[in-house]
């Protein structure tokens, strides 16, 4: 008897190490496959990017390199409308500057008052203007100057990743103007090569002040392009880690696809 059972026992042992091993090449076979897929998939993606590229006269157009392109416009959807941003007292030591609850970014838990920052697929209504951060558009906008008014959605992008925006009246003076950019191009380059600044009008007159320059959180409101504390407002908040929900350093601020992305006058 106790014969029998062990060759009973032998018998399952081999029809469960063969059912193991029958298991095991079905598996293999659907890795193989989905590697296979992906293969077929990246040489399909890499012939595309190829004709594209020689559509483009071989090589890719980069921001700056033509003729202004104003980032692509928020596509329709759900509008997102954000709550009313709260106001803190600012740190900065530059007078004038309001500043609004961003407390526990980007480290720790966010206060239930603190600026949102998700990624939403429509249009949003901010409770500031300009917008001093909350959702926004998951493509951000490639720095620079434009001469046109640019999509809130996209410029809070890069509020998030640590740029400086300044916006301003369409009835300012050509003269202002032009001290407005002679302004921004003299900012250092930072990481892509990138000064981390954007330049654009407001779409109206309707812009607190004159001149408004916005970071992450932080906002000052001038009369002329020569008050000193547009600079001290770059210095203070530009790129600085601890600002932003992304810390405001090494994050983007081009490389997005001109069609999407926009390409500024100057950058």
């Known amino acids: 008897m106790a014969s029998k059972q062990t060759k009973r026992q032998r018998d399952l042992e081999r029809r469960e190490k063969a059912e193991a091993l029958r298991r095991q090449l079905e598996a293999e076979e659907r890795r193989r496959r989905r590697f296979v897929l992906i293969g077929s998939l990246l040489a399909v993606a890499a012939v595309v990017a190829a004709v594209v590229l020689l559509a483009q006269g071989g090589k890719p157009k980069e921001p700056g390199s033509g003729p202004e392109v104003v980032p692509l416009a928020i596509p329709g959807g759900k509008t997102t409308t954000e709550p009313p941003a709260t106001l803190v007292p600012d740190s900065s030591g530059i007078e004038g500057v309001v500043a609004y ?24 209504v901010y409770s500031v203007t300009p917008p001093v951060g909350g959702d926004h558009y998951g493509v951000w906008m490639n720095c620079g100057i434009y001469d046109k008014p640019v999509p809130n959605e996209r410029a809070v992008h890069n509020l998030e990743h640590g740029a400086v925006w300044i916006t301003y009246r369409p009835s300012l003076g050509a003269a202002d103007v032009t001290a407005l950019r002679t302004l921004v191009l003299k900012q250092t380059k930072g990481t892509g090569g990138n000064r981390y600044m954007d330049l654009a009008p407001w779409s109206d007159d309707a812009l607190p002040a004159p001149i408004v320059v916005t970071a992450w959180a932080h906002q000052l409101p001038v009369q002329s392009p020569s008050d000193p504390r547009i600079q001290a407002f770059i210095d203070a908040f530009r790129t600085t880690r601890g600002i932003t929900p992304e810390l405001g350093s090494g994050a983007p601020c081009n490389g997005v696809r001109v069609d999407e992305g926009g390409r500024p006058a100057l950058s």
Do not use: E
């Not at 609850?101 to 949003?124: Q, W």
């Open 101 to 124: 609850d961003s407390s526990g970014y980007p480290t720790g838990s966010a206060t239930k008052t603190a600026l949102p920052h998700l990624h939403v697929l429509g249009p949003v």
